[in-house]
């Protein structure tokens, strides 16, 4: 099964409009961290916003906010007043437990097309 | 400062060279990774150094080889890679800590070609 799922291949959106990003998580472990990455047609993965399982208030960053349901187990990104620049591939992510240097797993992927 | 620096940004190389790709960080993170990545695709894990120490591999073939000279350098050498070998790498750092976040930032990648 499926640890990270992003079930939205593609979305498209008009600037100044908000969109939500879907992902929905896996795991049995009580502690775990969800993480959501911009990757724009140049390459570099750009951390955007961290979730813990323990935190009680949904992260923000900006124009970021993380829609944090623990009992549906979903992440689901929202981007306020979309931007040209937020063209991209977002990835959502999940780190399993609380040991160092453990490795991310990673969903497919939503690419995000914002017009003008 | 969350910069994680890569080079060369883009190479192209037969299946008979040997050639190298190096991480660069001045974060003092403790953790450094190195992930391969097909077009349209999630990253995928190949190797995880901790404390300048090998602790993931990820079954990658041994044409690749990892390589950690100091907490700062992450280097990947390649040999007798094959035209499935192209494609983006990447490296990531993180500061290692054992609870909560442990964010892996990145570095822009090697586009690598294998002719």
């Known amino acids: 099964a499926q640890k990270i799922t992003q079930t939205q291949p593609g979305m498209f959106v008009q600037e100044k409009e908000a969109v939500t990003l879907d992902c929905t998580y896996d795991t049995s472990d009580p502690s775990y961290g969800l993480f959501w990455y911009k990757q724009p047609s140049s390459g570099e993965m750009i951390f955007l916003i961290y979730q813990g399982s323990y935190d009680q208030q949904n992260a923000t960053e900006g124009r970021y906010s993380l829609n944090f349901q623990k009992a549906r187990k979903s992440a689901n990104l929202v981007i306020s007043a979309s931007q040209l620049g937020d063209s991209a591939m977002y990835f959502c992510a999940m780190r399993e437990g609380w040991q160092a240097g453990t490795a991310l797993i990673f969903g497919k992927g939503t690419t995000l097309s914002v017009s003008s | 400062d969350t910069e994680v620096t890569q080079t060369p940004k883009h190479l192209v190389m037969g299946m008979t060279n040997k050639k190298s790709l190096k991480c660069e960080q001045h974060?003092?993170?403790?953790?450094m990774y190195w992930y391969k990545q097909k077009a349209k695709k999630p990253p995928e894990l190949m190797f995880v150094y901790s404390y300048e120490k090998l602790s993931i591999n990820e079954s990658v073939p041994s044409r690749f080889s990892p390589e950690c000279p100091n907490s700062s350098l992450l280097n990947l050498h390649l040999h007798a890679l094959q035209p499935e070998d192209s494609a983006l790498y990447l490296c990531?750092?993180?500061?290692?800590?054992?609870?909560?976040?442990?964010?892996?930032?990145f570095g822009p990648g090697t586009r690598l070609t294998v002719l």
């Open positions: 990531a750092s993180s500061q290692e800590s054992q609870g909560g976040a442990d964010t892996q930032y």
């Open positions: 974060m003092g993170h403790r953790a």
